[in-house]
C-alpha cells in the first residue's frame, strides 16, 4: 500500500470525470454522498470504469441487497480500522487484477469469436457454392441417362428405383436399341458423389460408342466397355495403381425371339419365371477396369423367357444397405426374397413396395450407397 496514491472527488460529476481519466485500481465510495445509489449506477454504466471494483463505506444496516443491485462489488462498514481498510483494499485489489484478466480474456474470446464467424461465414460460402455447382452436375447427369419417357418407349411395362446416396451418383442405368433388340443396363462405378458420378458419364459416353461398332453380344460389350475405361484411366497393371472401374450387369432382350443374352462384371442379375422361379443370371468375378484376370474376356449367357417373366438388373445399394432390429446388411438372400414376393405384382406396385422396405430397413440410419433396381416385365 506504500505506493499507493489517492485521488479525492467531492462530487459525483468530479468522481465520474476523474474515473474515467485516471481508470484508477479501486474506487471507493461513502454511502452518505447525495443520490448514493443513482451515482453507483452511473458509474458502472461508464463503459471505461465499469469493471473498476466499487467498495462502499457503510453502516451494518444498510440495504446491502440494493447495493448489490446497484452494482457495489465489496463494503467495508462503519467503524473500521486503518487495518481494515488496507485489508479491504488488498482484497479489492486483487479483484480488480482478476477483472482486468477476466476483461482481457473476454476481448481475446471476442477477437476469436469474431475471427471464427468470418472464417465460419466464408466455409458456408464456399460450401454453397460446392452444393450449387454439384446440384447443376446433377442436372447434367440426369439429362444424360434416359428419362422415363425414354425407358417408356423401349419396355412396355418397367419400374425404375434410382436412389443416389448424395447429390449426384455413382450409379447408372443406360437403354438403347439396335436391330429391333433392346440392350439395358445397370452400373455401379467405384465410389459415390463426384468421384462416381464422373465415370457413370464416361460409362454413358462409351456405351453410346460402343453399340455403334460392337455386334450385339453382350460378353463383348463389357470387353470393348473395360478396354475403353482402362485406356481413360490409364491403367497399366502396374504396382499402387488406382483400382478404379465399375461392376455391371447388361442384357440384350430380343422380344420376338424371347431370347435374352446376358454379361455381368461382378454383378448379377435375376430373372424370374411365371411359376415364381428364380433364376440368377451369374456375373463373371472381375470388373470393368485393371484386375488380375483383364486379359480374360466376359462370358455370354443366352437364355429364353415367357411373357410375364420379370427380368431385375441392380447394383449391390440396396443388398448392402444396413438397418433392421440388429443394424446388419439387407443382404442378398433377403433382396432375392423380396424379388420372389412382387414379382407377379404390377409393376409400380413393385416399386412402391422397394422403395417402403428399405425405408423402413434403413429407419434412422444414412444410405450407405447408391441404389439402383431396374425391373422389366418380359
Known sequence: MSNTSLHHAADWK???RSAVSLKPDIIVIDSALVDFLRGVRIIKRLEEVK???????????????EYF???????????????????????????????????????????TSEELKKQYNLLDEQRR?????????????NAIMPSPEMLACYF??????????????????????????????????????LSGALLTI?????????????????????????????????????????ADGMDISLAILDYKQKHLQYAGANNPAYLIRTSGELLILPADRMPIGIH??????????????????????FSDGYADQFGGPHDQKFRTKRFQELCKKVYHLPTAEQRAIFERTIDEWMGYRDQVDDISIIGIRC
Open 69 to 111: 443491485a446497484a452494482g457495489v462489488d465489496d463494503f467495508l462498514f462503519r467503524p473500521f480500522s486503518w487495518i481494515d481498510l488496507q485489508c479491504r483494499l488488498q482484497v479489492a485489489f486483487r479483484l480488480g487484477d482478476t477483472l482486468k484478466t477476466i476483461k482481457n480474456q473476454n476481448l481475446l474470446l471476442q477477437k
Open 292 to 313: 488380375d484376370y483383364c486379359e480374360t474376356p466376359f462370358t455370354n449367357h443366352t437364355y429364353s423367357f415367357e411373357h410375364g417373366d420379370m427380368l431385375y438388373l
Open 202 to 242: 464416361a460409362g454413358t459416353a462409351f456405351l453410346n460408342e460402343i453399340i455403334n461398332y460392337t455386334p450385339l453380344n453382350a460378353a463383348e460389350f463389357l470387353n470393348q466397355l473395360r478396354l475403353r475405361i482402362m485406356r481413360l484411366l490409364h491403367q497399366r497393371g502396374l504396382e499402387g495403381e488406382a
Open 51 to 65: 469493471n473498476i471494483p466499487l467498495v462502499v463505506l457503510c453502516d451494518r444496516d444498510a440495504p446491502i441487497d
Open 129 to 141: 457454392d460446392i452444393i450449387d455447382d454439384i446440384t447443376y452436375s446433377r442436372r447434367i447427369q
Open 156 to 193: 412396355q411395362d418397367y419400374f425404375l428405383f434410382y436412389r443416389p446416396k448424395r447429390i449426384v451418383s455413382g450409379d447408372f442405368y443406360w437403354v438403347a436399341a439396335k436391330e429391333g433388340k433392346t440392350i439395358v443396363a445397370v452400373a455401379d462405378c467405384t465410389g459415390h458423389g
Open 14 to 16: 468530479a468522481l465520474c
